[in-house]
């Protein structure tokens, strides 16, 4: 069993490597939250949610300045398409909690 700080280090380096893939915003997003306090799991959730939250907006084509053209529309798009998944080639309703961290 590790500990909590040994824990932690390993999502830190998680973090770390993921940040290299993507642009600068969420390397200083991570930097808020870290210098807030937050734990690195939490932070690890909030990237990965906005990553992909980048990923439907750009449709993969990753931007530096994505976050500067997204619209309401695309916000409200994003939304309704959590509430739904794709499963065997059959759509299905997410529960709400699994809404509820997206």
């Known amino acids: 069993m590790i500990g909590k700080i040994e824990q932690e280090n390993k999502i830190r380096i998680k973090i770390k490597e993921k940040l290299n ?3 600068y915003i969420f390397t200083a997003f991570y930097n808020y939250m870290d210098s807030d306090q937050k734990s690195y ?4 959730h909030y990237i990965e949610y906005v990553s992909d939250f980048m990923d439907f907006v750009t449709q993969g084509v990753a931007d ?3 976050y500067k053209n997204v619209t309401v529309p695309q916000i409200r ?3 309704v398409s959590l509430r739904r998944r794709n499963e065997d080639g059959e759509e299905l309703k997410n529960s709400d909690s699994i809404q509820a961290t997206r």
């Open 41 to 44: 799991l939490t932070i690890k």
């Open 21 to 23: 893939g993507l642009p």
């Open 77 to 79: 798009e994003y939304i």
């Open 64 to 66: 530096d300045e994505f």
